[in-house]
């Protein structure tokens, strides 16, 4: 990383954004690592300004970033925040730790049958999700693949183009991508599909294996065996060769999806949890070392520290490139002329184009440097003055003019644990007594900040179940709990199916879920119970109230697919939040009425927590959950900052756990993990209790617990059952 220059800005996004330091430039603009407001590290991509300034480079701009942002899954770095409309125009990716998949490759060489079958399976996962949202990579390289500690990330696909309909996608005079990846269609002039990056993959995945299957030597030589001659793989573990073959077809018709790649791939995992070799586990950081901790009997013999930067990809030798001239476009193309292509301490993407071509705004996305090793998080803290009584002197490990006397270090030892000691006492202060000793110790400023959190007085409001045979069978209605009484009090007569209650910001009325045979609607009524009012049908599920209480976040039939829409209470209004193919469940609306959370299905059965901004109906909701499992039932702390969440599916492996992650996808952790089913958690108002259910779908209860974790305690007591607890 180099430092930032005179002409670099500070910040963007108002400032949500501050930028640390370069990581590099290419054509379109320059990539700083830069930091949000919680001190969370990300990629942030700044357009340069004359092409801030070009109408039709930002309509493309704007449409390539809506795409990128649609892509999900647990193998990418997805873009986080952008704003095409910003002058200079922005955006900015998630940050993965870890160095490229060309930095391990390079260090530890061909990785073992295992790793290779976790990579796959992660590459195949990635452009599944990549390919689903409606973009082609087009740049798969191990340059643009970040090996962490948890399996690869794809990184780069903001480089990738919607698909506008149409195969039709190349341009005159140029070649986007990188060579030695590039499929025959791509250097005979076809079409860009899909397939494109199925055969990037096949050559990444051999490459990994310690093959090049199509030889080694000058690129133009490499290019016409790409395009001409079948590919040796014989260095590839007999379980992948036919999967890989595959990938490398010369006709894209004849490669498989990820989703059939996925599908005849048997996934090897080492008995350890792990998925790299040892010598590429070190290469993760600090602390990745599975020597670690094992025991003296190991060898201990120094190993070399990562080189702070990868090799080099070598450039490519373009004066003889044998390539069939591409097709003319067709009038309509949309490509805007951009100069300039990667500086040379970014050689890894080359554009093939004939002296005096154009380079596409591909290409110059393509010139993007990635970061490739684990990046500086916070800038190193200067070094602390010496011991105004003791010299410093360089230790043993480092180079020095001298070598320390083992009385001055004990000397130095000695202070240093002094003078912690008596501010360790001054703390402490134990001669004002402890908890448990008999003596009151003095009280502070924090002490009550320290106290349990009392139980909220606030009423509960709960779906009680009057019947069994819940779900199949509902029987429920609304009722309320008193913080001082056993028992529910019914607000709602039976005899339908009412659910999922939510209080009013002003907790004067209430909306619920109301099921008939007709279908589902959303209604209201007083606090206590009075006045019922049909505001509007849905699909069914949760509902959440605007702050102001003019709105409820509902789920709607459209086209087919369950969306988010606005329902206006007053009239029943209602305007379409969310678009395209994918479902959406359990809307909550943010404190502060700027956003919605869902939990969206990325593929089938895969629900993750995302956040939509309801101001802007098209733009693409933003993964704040990454889990192996779904994640539902996504619920804002009062002061906006947190989401208690359901893990988990009934029945599952893993059943339901009450987790709590940030809304910027910060800090997830367990709150409530046991063997029995969890699930509904509902903030009280001041944000230190929640309530969730716990136990079969059929007899649920409803429990408890601080938002610290501590303090469960059960509120049904009863045998009849309750659950959809909201405080709020």
Known sequence: ???????????????????????????MGVVYLGRSRSGRAVAVKVVRPELSTDPEFLRRFAREVQA?????????????????????????????????????LDRVGALPEDSLTVLAAGLAEALEAIHRAGVVHRDLKPANIIVAEDGPRVIDF???????????????????????YLAPEQLTGGGITPA?????????????????????????????????????????PASLRDALAACLSKDPLHRPTPTAFLQGLTVRHRADGGWLPDEATRLLGPGKDPDAGRGPERDPAPRPEPDPEPRPEPEPEWDSLPVTPPVTPPETSQDVPVPAAA??????????????????VEQAVTSLPTPPLPLPLPEPLPEP????????????????????????AVGAALLVCAVAATAGLLVWRPWEGAPGTGDKPKADASSSSRSPAAFPTAPLLVRMDTAPGWPRACHGVIAVRASTTDRPRTLLPGGTCDVLPQW??????????????????VWTANADGSGERLVAEIAGGRVSWSPDGARLAVLRDKDGVQQLFAVDVSDGSARQLTTGTRRVEDPAWSPDGTRIAVSLEASPGDWQIHVVDPSAPDSAPRQVTRLPHPALDAVWSPDGRTFAYTAGTYKGSTKGDIRLVGTDGSGDRPLVATDAHEMDPAWSADGRWLAFVRGPYETPVVWAVRADGTGQRRLTTGSTSEGHPAWR
């Open 504 to 521: 009013a910001p002003d907790r004067r009325s209430f909306a619920f879920t109301r099921v008939t045979p007709e279908g589902s609607a």
């Open 158 to 180: 903001g480089i990738a183009r919607a698909l506008d309909g149409t195969a039709a996608l190349t341009q005159t005079g140029f070649q986007v991508g990188t060579p030695g």
């Open 385 to 408: 003055a010496p011991l105004p009584t003791l010299p410093h002197t360089p230790s043993a490990e480092r180079p020095g003019p001298q070598r320390p006397t083992r009385r001055t």
């Open 196 to 236: 494109v990056d199925m055969f990037a993959l096949g050559v990444v995945l051999a490459q990994a294996a310690g093959c090049s299957p199509y030889g080694e030597g000058p690129s133009a030589g490499w290019l016409y065996r790409v395009v001409h001659e079948e590919p040796d793989l014989s260095a590839v």
């Open 343 to 360: 500086p040379p301490e970014h050689p890894a993407t080359v554009a093939a184009r004939p002296e005096g071509g154009e380079i596409s």
């Open 1 to 27: 990383m180099k430092p930032l220059e005179s002409n670099d800005p500070e910040s963007v996004g108002g400032g949500r954004y501050r930028l640390v330091g370069r990581l590099g430039q290419g054509g």
């Open 68 to 104: 990128a942002r649609q892509v999900g899954g647990f193998h990418t770095a997805p873009v986080v925040d952008a704003d095409p409309h910003a002058d200079p125009a922005w955006l900015v990716t998630a940050y993965v730790p870890g160095p490229t998949l060309r930095a391990v």
